[in-house]
């Protein structure tokens, strides 16, 4: 089934903004008025329209342009400052506030900051960064892998709980089925086969080496550091009755001995820093078999460029989305061979809006669970996910390997589309 | 169709060696029968056996050992010295000589290479490399591509005159279906649809671009240096009733002008020089439309490594097969995004078996054009590239691109293996 997207999706689970209008501190000013007209002059009205602290709402229809109004003379000039930094928290904390879909002002914004800076961004930039607000800090998110299983049930697929981008071999998809796809492509890239051993780097909750174990008859010994995931995979194994088959090891991965047929890795390598690249190559050459392989799936960059300041801040601290040539580094120093990369990018898109449904959906036991500023930093994540995905700013690599000169490899990739789901 | 090959394939096809014995100058002596040693040492005497011109032929079972001889002291040294470039002029001047099947003799050579070198070889090579005789190179080659479109004929596929790796979506396939899947695979990949316009790096003798406008209804022009490959294309597409869609200049492609819905380039990026990609791309990104997109298709490695000395020199000077990392210089600087990257080494090897059957089927005709030097040399490419790719020191990478970005991209390659052909 083929489906291509000329448009970005509508985010239509986003809840309009409910809060009341910060307008905090003095009215605009002569400088505020000229470091706003420097801000909008960059957007396109019909979609975003920036206003201040003391304006009016203007007229709006169906929903454009959507309306990005700056709460307080701060807010403003650290959103000109630093876009991708203070955005988010701005946002978060309320003192930034959008009416409309938050995609549109989201696309907008990387529109924006995409575009050459302007005299005074360049002019503030050569500033010392103002450190952000304890009270915004505080009253922001809390650390990502400390949220709780709880938290992620409540908006993951039910069925494998998995917090990588989901194949939508079928557009029409739930995001389970899309999730059981994933791990079912993955498994044909690498031809896994009954009996075979798999080391598994990153385990998440557990969902796909159980998945491994239960559809494919693997071997599985999967590595996690988060003590946390750890208790509730092992638990889960058991109760699917495959713990005979899958060992998680709370360890680094890096601690892995043993011989393995398989070395896979979903959603692992964008935590492991770029510099740490040849060395985990040098790992999976140390621990396959002759015959062996692997596939590696991360989120990367059609170019080299750091993570977003905001997501880096608050969202996902050290992490790195590499390039294709960055990824090379796993592979080529190390006697491995690269068989096959896709980029499934769109499919990311796809996967975080139904996250983003499921999250709105149960906003509120979220809100109770955590706090509103929570509740606005994470939409703003899913949904400026789903924006740098549609704009290519983001793109989701897999890449199937096996040892160099190893020529009992797949003859076509035409095994991995011979079943229908 | 799945296939896959742990074992090298016997080359049923090479002639066994008829040449006689050559015996020139003196006996060996106790240095000759050191270096002998020094040689011999780290080849499997199961599958290779060495033998001085002096030495009787040795007792052999079902062709093993393949039994190579030495045929004068000057061809012992300058193998040893520089086996990678000497064995190939030695062979091909009728100084070296094998009985048995000469891919088993190439791929012990490539594994004696890929080792250390000796001590001896060391020291030698620090020495200046003596001029190969004027009498070897003149026996030897004519220049690739000034061979003319006689010889070609005789031994590439009949329908398309292909000169690049087929795609062997059935193993079973003859080389002129497997050529014509190569086509189709290509084209789906770009999902070329009627009256696209398309820009071709390198036409040969206008295969591809007849193909593309007779079976896709695309409009093509192709760029090609050669004037004797476009004098042959433009009859080609005349007579096929397609010279109103297909355009072949007479130029180098990075003189294209105008806008493309599709760039595509099969087998030119291995003579355009790694220095150079970074323009391709800029050139891609000119010429190509907003929803523009392409594919390359290239000879590769796993990692760099200059083209082999005596290939270098005598079939294909300045080729160099570029690594994954090495290629995306095209599309990293310059706005592209790759979509897909797709491994067909071993396609490579099938596609030069079956050339070199019919080579082997036209031997005498092609000693007729020119001499046996000449047949000793190319059966050597032939069969040394086959080797090549089944050892994984040649990859075939197929890379899919479209701007970054662009949305108007295949959801999935499942459209791909849709198809019967």
């Not at 529109?111 to 800090?137: C, H, M, N, V």
């Not at 608050?314 to 989305?321: D, E, H, K, L, N």
């Amino acid at each position: 089934m083929e489906r291509s997207r000329a448009e970005p999706v509508a985010v239509s689970g986003v809840r309009a903004d409910q809060r009341e209008q910060a307008t905090a501190g003095p009215r605009p000013n002569a400088l505020d008025r000229w470091l706003f007209g420097q801000l909008t002059s960059r957007l396109d009205p019909s979609r975003v329209r920036v206003v201040l602290w003391d304006e009016p709402e203007p007229e709006t229809t169906d929903g454009l342009p959507v309306v990005v109004r700056m709460g307080d003379r701060k807010a403003l000039r650290r959103v000109i400052l630093h876009p991708n930094l203070y955005f988010g928290d701005l946002y978060s904390s309320g003192r930034i506030t959008v009416k409309g879909d938050l995609l549109t002002a989201v696309s907008e914004g990387y529109r924006y900051t995409a575009q050459k800076p302007s005299l005074i961004e360049k002019f503030l930039r050569g500033r010392k960064l103002p450190t952000p607000d304890l009270a915004d800090s505080r009253r922001n998110i809390h650390h990502h892998y400390d949220l709780g299983n709880d938290f992620y049930e409540l908006w993951l697929d039910r069925e494998a709980l998995q917090y990588t981008c989901a194949y939508y071999a079928d557009p029409a998809m739930t995001i389970e089925q899309a999730q059981q796809a994933k791990m079912h492509h993955v498994c044909r890239k690498m031809r896994l086969k009954a009996d075979e051993t798999v080391a598994e780097a990153g385990s998440g909750w557990g969902g796909f080496a159980i998945f491994m174990a239960k559809n494919y008859g693997a071997k599985v010994r999967s590595f996690n550091i988060s003590k946390q995931q750890v208790a509730y995979a092992r638990e889960w194994a058991k109760r699917e009755q495959v713990d005979d088959k899958v060992e998680f090891v709370e360890d680094d991965f890096r601690n892995i001995a043993g011989k393995y047929d398989v070395f896979v890795s979903i959603g692992m390598l964008e935590h492991a820093g770029a510099g740490n690249y040849k060395d985990l190559g040098s790992l999976i050459d140390r621990v396959i078999t002759p015959n062996g392989r692997g596939l590696i799936h991360s989120i990367g960059r059609d170019r080299p460029e750091p993570l977003n300041a905001w997501i880096n801040k608050r969202i996902f601290p050290g992490a790195y989305p590499p390039t294709l040539r960055e990824m090379m580094d796993i592979f080529e120093a190390n006697g491995l061979s690269v068989l096959d990369a896709e980029n499934i990018r769109l499919h990311y898109a796809e996967t975080l809006r139904a996250w983003l449904a499921r999250f709105e959906e149960n906003v509120d036991t979220v809100r109770t669970m955590f706090d509103e500023a929570f509740v606005r930093a994470w939409r703003l994540y899913l949904v400026g996910s789903i924006g740098a995905f549609l704009a290519g700013k983001l793109q989701l690599f897999q890449v199937l390997y096996a040892r160099s000169g190893a020529n009992d490899i797949p003859w076509t990739r035409a095994h991995i589309y011979e079943h229908g789901d």
